[in-house]
């Protein structure tokens, strides 16, 4: 079935150096849609990438993502992580029929001066 | 912006209480949704909705049901609450297709004594 897998627990950085989030996912679709979403301490989630296109670069606000068919990975990435950044990040893609859209676990993520 | 409102914002009952909780989007969104997030578990999907009257299952259905009365309001309802149920819960609504972003509310945070 559809499932997404992420990174677990909490991922601590310094300020300035690079991060990377893991996000695989199973589908039997072959077209996939992946999304990331975060969240910011006592704020809701919301979108900050998504990507239907194989191997086509999406970025936005410094991350940006690559959506791999070959590997099934959509792997959220930062060259510089900044303070702000500290949140919870969610990889997320549809699930099975209709518009349901199924999330991983999560990472929290922590940067440090 | 897209809005989506959620009441209350906490919530406190006991064992065996009747609980609803309320959502209402005016962004015109064909469907709506209830999540539910956990440490651990991250957001699980509860019901959704594509239209007034309609109602679709989710991934962690038990011990709720809910109800979309109108285009813009969604609600959830636990007619025999369980301290397992103590939860933050999130209000989403999108227009529709696989490749749309969910809005979130801000969430309502439940506590089941």
């Known amino acids: 079935g559809d499932s997404v897998t992420q990174t677990e627990g909490l991922v601590t950085l310094t300020e300035g150096l690079p991060v990377m989030l893991n996000c695989t996912y199973q589908?039997?679709?072959?077209?996939?849609?992946l999304f990331w979403y975060v969240q910011h301490l006592n704020e809701s989630p919301r979108l900050l990438l998504k990507?239907?296109?194989?191997?086509k670069r999406t970025e936005h606000q410094g991350f940006h993502a690559t959506l791999h068919k070959s590997s099934s990975s959509f792997h959220l990435q930062k060259s510089s992580a900044q303070l702000s950044d500290s949140a919870l990040y969610y990889c997320?893609?549809?699930?099975?029929?209709?518009?349901?859209?199924?999330f991983g676990i999560g990472t929290r993520v922590l940067v440090r001066p | 912006e897209a809005a989506v409102t959620q009441s209350p914002r906490n919530k406190v009952t006991v064992t065996g209480g009747n609980v609803t909780l309320s959502c209402r989007q005016t962004?015109?969104?064909?469907?709506m949704y209830w999540y539910r997030q956990d440490t651990g578990h991250g957001l699980r999907l509860i019901h959704y909705?594509?239209?007034?009257?309609?109602?679709q299952i989710g991934d962690v259905p038990d011990g709720y049901k809910a109800t979309r009365t109108t285009q813009e309001d969604f609600f959830l309802l636990l007619e025999l609450a369980s301290p397992s149920q103590t939860s933050l819960y999130f209000c989403?609504?999108?227009?529709?297709?696989?490749?749309?972003?969910?809005?979130f509310g801000h969430g309502t945070k439940l506590s089941v004594l």
């Open positions: 989403a609504s999108s227009e529709g297709a696989r490749s749309e972003r969910l809005f």
């Open positions: 589908t039997i679709y072959s077209n996939p849609f």
């Open positions: 990507s239907f296109t194989d191997n």
């Open positions: 997320a893609r549809p699930g099975g029929a209709g518009n349901k859209l199924t």
């Open positions: 962004n015109s969104h064909n469907y």
């Open positions: 909705s594509y239209g007034a009257g309609n109602l």
